[in-house]
């Protein structure tokens, strides 16, 4: 395979330091010397991902950022939420592969386990995992979607905090095993610093699902695979000027609150 750049989008304004935290999940996955990967945050964002709300701004502000990517010219776009933000608009407009982590998550669950349950951080973040497996038709394989409600830092994520949120986590997996779940969804790319210590001291697989999305894209370029046009048809009115302005007032209003 040729060098390919795949482009991540984070889906916070963030400065260096936040978007470093991010980057950081390249180190938990082995890929091939032939390809790389940029991080690139959003302009604005919600604040929490907490609501109907925060979902219908994610996928404006993430589909934003990803619009000029194959322009770029990157080879493939992965989006670093599992909600899943944009995702769909963006097969719509792009002609390289879209790979989002909580499709890939559940899906890769389903390869190596019969259901799984999702283990995440916040009580406020369920309704983003009942809304995605509902649009994917996949509720009744989710045993339980469980957290101990720990309030996220979307900057700084888990670090300083391991000895404390850590086996506050394990407890929560072990009650989703308990529950019957034979394969776990870590719930937000924001909890990957948790992962190699959890599967140590878990019985069933555990994904991580921002380091799954770039392996995917890895392997999706090297397959020559992408969406299909039949599932993700193009806008017959493309309207970028509109979701770039749109992007650049949110921006402005952001700033201004500081």
């Known amino acids: 395979m040729t060098d390919k750049k795949v482009l991540v989008i984070v889906p916070f304004p963030l400065d260096d330091q936040g978007v470093a935290n991010r980057k950081d999940q390249l180190q938990a996955v082995d890929l091939g010397p032939g390809i790389t990967f940029d991080f690139r945050p959003v302009k604005a964002a919600p604040a929490l991902y907490d609501s109907h709300h925060d979902y219908v701004l994610a996928d404006i502000s993430i589909f934003e950022a990803g619009l000029s990517a194959q322009d770029d010219g990157y080879d493939a776009v992965c989006i670093d939420t599992m909600s899943d933000s944009g995702m769909n608009a963006l097969r719509s407009v792009l002609d390289i592969p879209v790979i989002s982590p909580g499709r890939a ?7 190596f386990a019969n259901n799984f349950s999702v283990l995440t951080q916040w009580d406020p973040w369920k309704g983003l995992y ?12 989710c045993v339980s979607i469980r957290s101990p409600n720990i309030p996220p830092d ?3 994520l888990l670090g300083g905090k391991e000895e404390d949120v850590f086996p506050l986590l394990l407890a929560t997996a072990e009650q989703c095993i308990a529950d019957g779940a034979e394969a776990l969804c870590l719930g937000s790319t924001t909890m990957h610093q948790s992962h190699a210590w959890l599967a140590e001291r878990l019985p069933v697989p555990i994904i991580n699902p921002g380091p799954l999305t770039y392996k995917l894209a890895e392997t999706a370029l090297a397959l020559s695979l992408r969406h299909s046009r039949a599932s993700y048809p193009k806008p017959h009115v493309y309207m970028p000027d509109m979701i770039r302005g749109m992007l650049d007032g949110g921006a402005r209003v952001q700033q201004a609150k500081g």
């Open 130 to 141: 009942s809304k995605t497996l509902r649009e994917y038709g996949l509720e009744h394989k």
């Open 105 to 111: 998550s559940f899906l890769t669950a389903l390869m």
């Open 154 to 156: 979307v900057s700084n």
